[in-house]
């Protein structure tokens, strides 16, 4: 079974700060993938990261890193230079070895961005 | 491309009332999916489809049921509506997985669902 952790219910950040956002995971598979998502108050789900368990390198797409530590099962997201339009919901999500196509979500950190 | 559509955008249901939420892609995904977002939760996969004719449970199924008859489509039924599935329903699609490749599910819109 697969497991996400998340244990941030909400963090405050002032604009321009970089923050991190805590996400551990669990599986038994020697293949998986590590997903982040952003909802915003709209509601809609906007993919913004992905990390491959066999990627040697860190993720990163723009302003957002994930810091992958696979020895402790750590995925954790890293905004640098906060703005405001970052305040949302962010999911960590995992899936698992091919035909093990499910992802399985953690319970969200609330991001508020403070001007 | 108009990716991941989903309709309605919002419904309320008498309890024992049935509907289908309507999903539909255009991106040739092979893999389709159904998830439930209760409030202030992560979502919870409810039904998938790896292709065609082809699908299976998730982690939360009952009370639901799906068919895939063609690549782009991949309805959710409910048939006896009751208030434990009030929620926000998010249907999602994604492209058969590469070695070493990004990859991502796409997300429609969502449904917002109300039973009274």
């Known amino acids: 079974a697969q497991k996400i952790t998340q244990t941030q219910p909400g963090m405050f950040v002032q604009e321009k700060e970089a923050v991190t956002l805590d996400c551990t995971y669990d599986t038994s598979d020697q293949s998986y993938g590590l997903f982040w998502y952003k909802q915003p108050s709209s509601g809609e789900m906007i993919f913004l990261i992905y990390?491959?368990?066999?990627?040697?390198q860190n993720a990163t797409e723009g302003r957002y890193s994930l810091n992958f530590q696979k020895a402790r099962k750590s995925a954790n997201l890293v905004i640098s230079a906060s703005q405001l339009g970052d305040s949302a919901m962010y999911f960590c999500?995992?899936?698992?070895?091919?035909?093990?196509?499910?992802?399985?979500f953690g319970t969200g950190t609330r991001l508020t961005i403070i001007p | 491309n108009a990716g991941v559509t989903q309709t309605p955008k919002f419904r309320i249901l008498k309890i024992g009332q049935s509907m289908t939420l309507q999903c539909t892609q255009d991106m040739n995904h092979n893999y389709m999916y159904w998830y439930r977002q209760d409030p202030g939760m992560g979502l919870k996969l409810i039904y998938y489809s790896v292709g065609a004719g082809i699908t299976d449970k998730g982690e939360v199924p009952n009370g639901y049921n799906v068919s895939r008859s063609t690549t782009e489509d991949f309805p959710l039924r409910l048939e006896l509506a009751a208030p434990s599935q009030t929620s926000v329903y998010f249907c999602a699609s994604s492209s058969i997985r590469l070695a070493g490749g990004t990859e991502t599910q796409y997300f429609g819109p969502g449904t917002r669902l109300l039973v009274l």
């Open positions: 999500a995992m899936r698992g070895d091919f035909g093990n196509e499910k992802l399985t």
């Open positions: 990390q491959g368990s066999y990627d040697e």
